[in-house]
C-alpha cells in the first residue's frame, strides 16, 4: 500500500469521522502494510536461503554425475583399446579370455554377416 493509498483512504474517512479516528484508521493501515512488508521479507529471505541450499545440492549432484561419466568414458575407452589388442599387459589371464571370447563372438556375427550378404 503506498503513501497515496494511506493519505487518500486517510481522506476518505475523515468526511465521516472526526480528525482522531481518521488518524488511527491510517495507523492501522500503515501498520498493516508494514506487518506485510515484514511477511514478504520474510518469506523472500526463507526462499533465499532455500535456493542457495537447492543449489548447492544441484551443484553436487551435478559434480557427482560429471564425475561418475568421466570413470565410464575412461573405461570405455579402455575396452576400445583393449579391442584393438592395444595395453593388453595390463590385463590379468581371466581378463584377457574375456577379451578374447567376446572377440570370437563378435568376428562370428562379422562372418555370419559378410555370408549372408554373399
Not at 487518500?8 to 488518524?23: D, G, H, N, V
Not at 560429471?66 to 575407452?77: A, G, T, V, Y
Request: glycine share 4%; net charge positive; aromatic share 8%.
Amino acid at each position: 500500500m503506498s503513501k497515496y493509498s494511506l493519505d487518500k483512504q486517510a481522506f476518505e474517512s475523515s468526511r465521516f469521522a472526526t480528525p482522531y479516528l481518521c488518524f488511527a484508521k491510517a495507523a492501522g493501515w500503515l501498520l498493516d502494510f508494514v506487518r506485510g512488508t515484514i511477511e514478504r521479507y520474510k518469506k523472500a529471505s526463507a526462499a533465499s536461503s532455500n535456493t542457495e541450499s537447492v543449489s548447492e545440492a544441484n551443484t553436487q549432484f551435478y559434480q557427482q554425475e560429471s564425475s561418475k561419466l568421466r570413470r565410464q568414458i575412461r573405461d570405455i575407452q579402455n575396452l576400445n583399446r583393449h579391442i584393438l589388442g592395444e595395453a593388453l599387459s595390463s590385463l590379468s589371464l581371466k581378463e584377457l579370455k574375456n577379451l578374447e571370447s567376446r572377440l570370437e563372438k563378435g568376428l562370428s556375427r562379422v562372418r555370419s554377416r559378410k555370408k549372408d550378404m554373399m
